[in-house]
């Protein structure tokens, strides 16, 4: 039976990360002290080199692409918002929200895929509409069972999922999630801050999806794949434990990748549900959590 988990992935090394302001507007995980620029980015890329390394002793193919000082893009290090790879050989280019973010861009990253096969759908004119759909961080993609899971928000415009939807094959699950921020709920940016979905698992905020219908529209099209589902609270959301990453390696052994903080706030329950499908591997990026706002899975991108 083929697997649709990849074993492969691109990460790019930051050179100038840090506290990107024009994302902070809808971002509310990022946070900013006064710490130096330089001192962020020589602990960012300490935490970064540190992952690629025990993502490779646990055998995942790592291929790794230096960041360059011009143009400035402090979030580069989270690749998989503005492209996607598929098994047919689709690679797909995204509009982003944020104006710096879209000169992360590059197509050096073609040279990892075989040129007869690779067929790119370039979505990111959509820019100058202002529809926007970042990657798989809008999308958390169940590429088994071909459904897109897809919390609607600026971020994430349902005009472009149904096109996304058409184009590559998959069935629309939207929604929308929030999150309490100051006694308000605002809605949570990105999908895969609330949920992950592997093989035989999923990793699910339900309490973030407030519309009820929608909740239980989720919940059911999961559960109608037999994924166990993993309820985790809204606690856990600002801890990144939705923000994981099912990869296989080399060897055919599943490893669930997330941070450190995320590990720490499993329960017993939790851990034992998710250890019956996948070895945690909890990899330290705080800093990168602080002022990027985006944790383990943001920073990779799956390579088909």
């Known amino acids: 039976m083929q697997s649709h988990i990849t074993g492969k992935v691109l990460m790019i090394r930051p050179v100038c990360f840090g506290y990107n302001e024009e ?19 020589e602990e960012a890329l300490e935490e970064f080199d540190t992952m690629v390394e025990v993502l490779r002793k646990y055998k995942i193919e790592v291929k790794v692409l230096e960041d360059t000082l011009q143009p400035y ?8 918002n503005w492209f996607s790879s598929h098994e047919n050989g689709s690679i797909v280019l ?28 370039d979505y990111s004119p959509l820019e100058k ?5 970042e990657g798989t961080g809008s999308l958390v993609l169940d590429r088994k069972n071909r459904k897109a899971y897809c919390s609607l928000s600026k971020r994430a ?30 809605e949570i940016y990105h999908t895969n801050v609330m949920m992950s979905v592997g093989e035989k698992f999923a990793i ?20 109608q794949d037999k994924k166990e589902i993993i309820l985790i609270t809204e606690t856990q ?25 995320a590990e720490k706030i499993l329960t017993e329950e939790q851990r034992k549900s998710l250890e019956k499908y ?17 944790s383990a899975r943001c920073m990779l991108a799956e390579l088909y």
Do not use: W
């Not at 507007?25 to 002290?33: G, I, R, T």
């Not at 402090?74 to 690749?79: A, G, H, Q, T, V």
């Not at 982003?96 to 096969?117: G, P, S, T, V």
């Not at 149904?162 to 590559?168: G, K, N, P, W």
């Open 157 to 186: 415009d349902e005009r472009l999922l149904d096109i996304f939807c058409q184009d590559l094959g998959y069935q629309k699950i939207a929604f929308h999630s929030y999150q309490t921020v100051e006694m308000e709920r605002k």
């Open 278 to 294: 996948a070895v945690i591997i909890p990899v330290k990026v705080s800093t990168i959590e602080k002022y990027g706002g985006g």
């Open 73 to 80: 893009t402090p979030d580069s290090i989270f690749p998989n």
């Open 204 to 223: 699910l905020c339900a309490d973030a999806i407030d519309d009820l219908q929608e909740r239980k529209k989720v919940i059911e099209s999961l559960e």
């Open 94 to 121: 995204y509009p982003m929200f944020a104006e710096n973010r879209r000169l992360e861009r590059r197509e050096d990253i073609y040279d990892f895929f075989n040129e007869d096969k690779m067929n790119i759908l």
């Open 23 to 41: 994302t902070a507007v809808n971002n509310y995980y990022q946070k900013k002290d006064t710490k130096s620029s330089r001192e962020i980015q």
């Open 129 to 133: 509409e202002e529809i926007y759909l």
């Open 237 to 261: 959301v600002e801890h990144f434990l939705g923000n994981a990453l099912e990869l296989k390696n080399e060897e055919g052994v599943h490893l669930c990748i997330m941070s450190a903080t």
